[in-house]
């Protein structure tokens, strides 16, 4: 693995100010999210990483900004982070100097704004003001306005000029994939904060109640409902198993190892049961490590950008 001024200087970014900007953004992601950084940085063609980091970086702080603080005051937090991004994006300046790295990242990528402005009106409204799902066309449409575009401002940094029609379409079923696995695997925490992930159409047909789940109530409803959402998850997964394939060779061995831990996760999800409802479902420390060995023998990516 190259050192991080190394990797800086494969993707073109040589002047210092900026190098400092990409630095503080990579620290950012290493400190929130180490697996996924140390991934990137393991697997990913370095020429690529700056670029994804900095996405990271900002997919994050918006994350941050739409689920943190008073509910009444997300969706003015995360307009106003809005505004700014749009004025980096613009200007190519901002005291922050994520912004400025991320800024950058769009425009050297050519990332076509729209994602990012349809991310961040996502954030301000599916996101900041998130009230469950009514059903599968809720989430559905939750997916199109928050986590695709969430996904994209980060991965189709991978792509010069953004993703074609065909790649996007890949990285929604991505998306819908991870999203129901983690769902599942974080039914527990998601409960306790008063979110609750799963569509009510889907309860309903169960016969089962939200005080069910709350009170992690072992049934033969509450069974059913976690089994079918587990077989939801999993045809989801088996229709994004091409995502690698377009995620082209720079990405290809990331995406190949979430992809892999996805299916590790819902597994574990699959056997606990019920006890998910009890206690939130991790990667564990052995299957990543497995996973990370698995593809670094297979070879990091090595083709630029």
């Known amino acids: 693995m190259p050192s991080w001024r190394t990797t ?19 620290r950012r992601v290493l400190r929130r999210e180490p697996a996924p950084y140390l991934t990137l940085r393991l697997l990913a063609d370095p020429a690529l990483v700056p670029w994804l980091t ?12 739409a689920e943190g603080g008073p509910p009444a005051g997300r969706a003015a937090a995360t307009a106003a982070l809005a505004a700014r991004t749009a004025a980096a994006l613009e200007s190519g300046d901002d005291p922050d100097p994520l912004l400025r790295a991320y800024g950058h990242a769009v425009r050297t990528r ?3 704004a729209h994602w990012v ?12 003001g998130f009230d469950g799902f009514a059903d599968e066309e809720d989430f559905q449409a939750y997916l199109d306005a928050y986590a695709w575009p969430g996904v994209l401002v980060f991965a189709g940094l991978r792509y010069q000029g953004g993703p074609d029609p065909e790649q996007a379409a890949g990285w929604r079923r991505f998306v819908d994939a991870a999203q129901r696995v983690d769902f599942l695997a974080d039914l527990h925490g998601d ?28 049934t033969p ?15 989801a ?46 990667y564990g420390l052995a299957a990543p490590l497995r996973t990370l060995l698995r593809a670094r023998t297979r070879g990091p990516a090595l083709t630029g950008p």
């Open 221 to 235: 409803g509450v069974r059913a409902l976690l089994a079918a959402e587990c077989r939801r998850a999993r045809t």
């Open 110 to 112: 050519e990332l076509p």
């Open 117 to 128: 402005t349809r991310f961040l009106d996502g954030a301000a409204t599916a996101e900041a």
């Open 191 to 218: 409960l306790a904060e008063g979110r609750l992930c799963i569509p009510r159409a889907r309860l309903a047909e169960h016969d089962v109640t939200r005080d069910d789940l709350e009170r992690a109530r072992d």
């Open 237 to 282: 997964l088996a229709a994004a198993d091409d995502v690698p394939d377009l995620a082209g060779p720079g990405l290809r061995p990331v995406i190949g190892a979430m992809t892999e831990l996805m299916a590790h996760q819902l597994t574990a999800v699959e056997r606990a049961g019920c006890a998910v409802l009890r206690r939130d479902t991790g």
């Open 8 to 26: 800086l200087t494969r993707a073109g970014i040589t002047a210092p100010r900026l190098r400092d900007d990409y630095t503080y953004a990579a």
């Open 54 to 65: 900095a996405g990271l970086a900002f997919m994050n702080r918006v994350d941050d900004v």
